[in-house]
């Protein structure tokens, strides 16, 4: 009897700054690599290597980004600055984590191909780490999520998503809500109250009076476009990050 030979397979990339498959990663039998050209622009695609710390693209290795940040993630400093926080956008809440980085420098960051420029595309993967708790998970030994909660005001349009976020060193709950609108440049985070005591019926209140503001909408305008009849909050599934993020992952950081 003949055995079948077992086919090893590589991840490889496209390299073409120009084409829109250019972060887009492909397994392929290991044979074809050098060979394999990309579908839309037709270059060679070149292989590529992916773990926790590093990405490597034909024998070049760079540290990755999102792992210098948990690396030097600072949760003292963390502890000391939050409760300044009350409420902004995505963004600003992002920047406060990131002067939590110890020796964090934006002109550091480089994208896929060792250049700058690209800040924006990791600002908005960190801004999804943070809307739905995942970045914090990555310190287990720090931070617990107690419950999260979801409130749908307008399907696909606007809705409200939270956590109770339980910081293990100071015994505090901080309850987090993230406003999603229809444009991403309306999304926002708020930091609704900082307690030493987590009681799930005094939480749905307090996620239930943020919505009050829509309510209080469809009184004063009777005839708007969207009915702000806002659902009270109710317990959910953790939140799963989107699976839109390819390019941010493969951000680097260059280490002075």
């Given at each position: 009897?003949i055995?079948?030979?077992?086919?090893k397979?590589?991840?490889?990339?496209?390299?073409n700054?120009?084409?829109k498959?250019k972060?887009?990663s492909?397994?392929?039998p290991?044979?074809?690599?050098?060979?394999?050209?990309?579908?839309i622009?037709k270059?060679?695609?070149?292989?590529?290597?992916?773990n926790?710390k590093?990405?490597t693209?034909?024998?070049?290795s760079?540290?990755?980004?999102i792992?210098?940040?948990?690396e030097?993630?600072d949760?003292k400093?963390?502890?000391?600055?939050?409760?300044?926080?009350k409420?902004?956008m995505?963004?600003d809440?992002s920047?406060l984590?990131?002067k939590?980085?110890k020796?964090?420098?934006?002109?550091?960051?480089?994208?896929q191909?060792?250049e700058?420029?690209?800040?924006d595309?990791?600002?908005?993967y960190?801004?999804?780490?943070l809307?739905?708790g995942?970045?914090?998970?990555?310190?287990?030994?720090?931070?617990?999520?107690?419950?999260?909660?979801?409130?749908?005001?307008v399907k696909?349009a606007?809705?409200n998503?939270a956590?109770v976020?339980?910081?293990k060193n100071?015994?505090?709950?901080?309850?987090?809500?993230?406003?999603?609108?229809q444009?991403?440049?309306?999304?926002?985070?708020?930091?609704?109250?900082?307690k030493?005591?987590?009681?799930?019926?005094?939480?749905l209140e307090?996620?239930n009076n943020?919505n009050q503001?829509?309510?209080?909408?469809?009184?004063?305008t009777?005839?708007?476009?969207?009915?702000?009849?806002a659902?009270?909050?109710?317990?959910?599934?953790?939140?799963?990050l989107?699976?839109?993020?390819?390019?941010?992952?493969?951000?680097?950081?260059i280490?002075?």
């Open positions: 009897m055995k079948k030979k077992q086919i397979y590589k991840l490889v990339t496209c390299v700054k120009e084409c498959n972060f887009a492909l397994k392929i290991e044979v074809l690599v050098g060979i394999q050209k990309c579908q622009c270059n060679i695609m070149l292989s590529e290597s992916l926790n590093k990405i693209i034909n024998n070049i760079r540290l990755k980004l792992y210098y940040i948990y030097n993630f949760i400093k963390f502890h000391k600055v939050i409760d300044t926080y409420n902004g995505i963004d809440f920047n984590i990131l939590c980085v020796g964090f420098n934006f002109n550091n960051i480089r994208n191909y060792g700058k420029g690209d800040e595309i990791f600002l908005e960190i801004g999804a780490l809307q739905t995942e970045f914090f998970l990555k310190f287990k030994e720090d931070f617990k999520i107690e419950k999260y909660f979801i409130s749908i005001v696909d606007l809705w998503e956590y976020l339980f910081s100071n015994k505090k709950f901080r309850l987090l809500l993230a406003h999603f609108g444009h991403g440049g309306q999304d926002s985070i708020y930091l609704i109250s900082t030493n005591k987590f009681v799930l019926n005094d939480t307090e996620l943020f503001q829509y309510r209080n909408i469809d009184k004063e009777l005839k708007s476009k969207y009915n702000l009849n659902p009270n909050f109710r317990v959910c599934k953790p939140f799963k989107w699976d839109t993020f390819n390019s941010a992952k493969k951000f680097t950081y280490i002075n």
